[in-house]
């Protein structure tokens, strides 16, 4: 794949490998601030590069990253694949210079989380991770309501994660092997290991977990959906959810949760349930002066404060609405991509010393951290719970952060 990152070129000519169910994110591009064109997709499944070629008639279309060969060469990639590819993918890129969008979880291990972010470090390309959920409007509330200091320090997080569209979106396919995702307390709850990270403004230092396989492993109907993506089975008539075949292979646990210790004293939970009938998150961040909470995680939802000592009110002193798409989180991918384009146009990774490295390399670490809390909080609910401490990061990193 030749490069030829040319910071001065009108219009950014982005790679995208992998076009599956998240090949919306690609589509983006197109109203990103930071003018930019997908000029190549590459897939090894046909039906993916048939959906690439219509969505793209003007890209070259291929089987494989490596057979990516515009003359012009490319100046980003955007990695849409599989969770256990993320290493393999996003190395050999970031080997040959080219900035890369990872889509989270960075890897499915801690040790490829770390492999990744050495090649970012020693070879000094662009790397970014699309952690989307800490870009969402309930997010951004709970932030500011933080950041104004409205519940005084934060001491307390717990984080209630209802996962009811679990079966369409984890149980039908790759995600629900263990050797593809790891877990799904790392695959899905990457994102709010994040998110619970950035709003305590701190990092986990030791974590233990329990999980089970408690209703998806009892379907006995399994089925292969070969040149299909999560869309073409989505359905909320999927219910319950024993009623529809799952994946030949489902060993990842279907209901979880993780006990973290973070630095500073502060506490967090994490519960993941993914037979439950609605789909959303709540949050419940508790300070040292009151306690906010999301009713519902999209456009339409609020966050409340409770500031006053009282019995039980559900309504709270005050009331936030939540700022965001209705639907889902179509604004918060809009906002990854426009960012990640933008840290490409400016090259911001490389300047030392330059807020946007920072930044960059602030947002890398986090990455790392969701990766390994989920990681080893797995390792702890497949192995009696024992508590497991989070390693710092590889000495060529820390030796890169700025
Ligand atoms: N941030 C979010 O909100 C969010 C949401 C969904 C998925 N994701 C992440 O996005 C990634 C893609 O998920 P998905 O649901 O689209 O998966 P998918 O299985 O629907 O699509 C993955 C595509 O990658 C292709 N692929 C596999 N190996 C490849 C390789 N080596 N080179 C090129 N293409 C390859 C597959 O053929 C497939 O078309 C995953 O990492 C997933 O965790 C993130």
Redesign the pocket.
Known sequence: MPTNCDPTSPVLRIAV???????GLARLVASAPVPASVVAV????PS?RAAAQNHFPDADIVA??EAVGRPDGIDAAIV????D??AD?AIPLLEAGIPVFL???MAITLTEADRILAAAATTGTGLFV?H??RRTGVMKTLARIIGDGLIGEVKTIWVRHFVGNGGDYYFR??HADRSRSNSLLL?KASHDIDAIHGLAGAYTRRVTAMGELSVYGAVAERLERPGQ??ADWFSYDNWPPQASPVAPVVDVEDVSMVLMALDGGILASYQQCHFSPDYWRNYTVIGTHGRAENIGDTGGGVVRVWNRRRAWDPRGDLEFPIHADPEG?ADADQETIDEFLEMVANQSWSSPGAAGAAAAWEALVAARQAVAVGDLATRSLRGGSVPMDVPPLPKVVADRLP
Do not use: C, I, S
């Open positions: 490998v992998g076009y599956g169910a998240r090949g590459a897939d090894p499944e993916a494989a990253v849409l694949t599989p969770d590819t993320h993918v889509e989270k979880p699309g989307n959920f396919d790759w695959q993506t999560m989180h």
